[in-house]
T-cell receptor, first 114, second 113 residues
Framework: NAGVTQTPKFRVLKTGQSMTLLCAQDMNHEYMYWYRQDPGMGLRLIHYSVGEGTTAKGEVPDGYNVSRLKKQNFLLGLESAAPSQTSVYFC?????????????FGQGTRLTVV | DQQVKQNSPSLSVQEGRISILNCDYTNSMFDYFLWYKKYPAEGPTFLISISSIKDKNEDGRFTVFLNKSAKHLSLHIVPSQPGDSAVYFCAASAKSGSEKLVFGKGTKLTVNP
């Protein structure tokens, strides 16, 4: 059972470079989320999607874009990476919203921007 | 402005004893609360949840208590085991805007053998 898979697991970027993080889920979940985790900050929501073709801003969306062209995939893009985006990124999915069912998380992507 | 607060960054207990992790919230619109557990280099995993219509929910060794008037919830682990050593995140959501789950900063629990 794959669950939620994030690609890549590690990445080092130079300031100004761009990259895309891929999240794939095989549970036919409607909801997908991107969070970032920083030391002493907990998990903060970047963007989320409540279904294929829809996206919405979370708590810290600046500097990121997302797309949900297919139900099973949720992409997080950094157009021009900055050192402040050094973080661990987690993707999650759930069948319905947080009040309905639990969210399943991927293993995380550790991104360093130098 | 933190809406979900876990004021204890760490907690250490002896194996077999009770672990109590606390969480406070400020948003009175929150009506659903969850606890997630996270091991190093892994994603968080769901542990237990509680709706605001209840004041207690139990699942094996894990019990969550909710005190709505105090805007406080706690997670009790009895008995604690070394495998419970992890970071525990409290999270909350509101029916309005329920797509968003707001997390606390986490509490690192260490259970000593």
């Amino acid at each position: 059972n794959a669950g939620v898979t994030q690609t890549p697991k590690f990445r080092v970027l130079k300031t100004g470079q761009s990259m895309t993080l891929l999240c794939a889920q095989d549970m036919n979940h409607e909801y997908m989320y991107w969070y970032r985790q920083d030391p002493g900050m907990g998990l903060r929501l970047i963007h989320y999607s409540v279904g294929e073709g829809t996206t919405a801003k979370g708590e810290v969306p600046d500097g990121y874009n997302v797309s949900r062209l297919k139900k099973q995939n949720f992409l997080l893009g950094l157009e021009s990476a900055a050192p402040s985006q050094t973080s661990v990124y987690f993707c999650a999915s759930s069948y319905s919203g947080p009040q309905g069912t639990e969210a399943f998380f991927g293993q995380g992507t550790r991104l360093t921007v130098v | 402005d933190q809406q979900v607060k876990q004021n204890s960054p760490s907690l250490s207990v002896q194996e077999g004893r009770i672990s109590i992790l606390n969480c406070d919230y400020t948003n009175s619109m929150f009506d659903y609360f969850l606890w997630y557990k996270k091991y190093p280099a892994e994603g968080p995993t769901f542990l237990i949840s509680i709706s605001s219509i209840k004041d207690k929910n139990e699942d094996g060794r894990f019990t969550v208590f909710l005190n709505k008037s105090a805007k406080h919830l706690s997670l009790h682990i009895v008995p604690s085991q070394p495998g419970d050593s992890a970071v525990y995140f409290c999270a909350a959501s509101a029916k309005s805007g329920s797509e968003k789950l707001v997390f606390g900063k986490g509490t690192k629990l260490t259970v000593n053998p």
